[in-house]
């Protein structure tokens, strides 16, 4: 069952804690505006996944930016 955040205080403390555990976006979906809304799968090695869908323009840019830069959509 995936996280529903749509709002950036949530984002950031949730997007904070799976940083500072070791986990890594491994998968990203469809787009905030769309029905569906974003979707972003993360991993960790042992760790069942997350999922978190958002239709928030700003979260979607955030999970986008998780990896920094060894995200291949970011540089």
């Known amino acids: 069952m995936p996280y529903i955040v749509n709002d950036m205080d949530k984002c950031a403390r949730f997007l904070s804690k799976l940083r500072a ?26 760790e ?6 958002t239709f928030s323009k700003n979260v979607q ?3 986008v930016d998780f990896n920094g830069k060894n995200n ?4």
């Open 21 to 46: 555990n070791g986990w890594k976006v491994w998968q990203m979906q469809y787009r905030w505006s769309e029905p569906e809304g974003f979707h972003a799968w993360f991993m960790k090695a042992g």
């Open 48 to 53: 069942t996944d997350v999922e978190i869908v």
């Open 61 to 63: 840019m955030a999970i």
């Open 72 to 75: 291949p959509l970011t540089g």
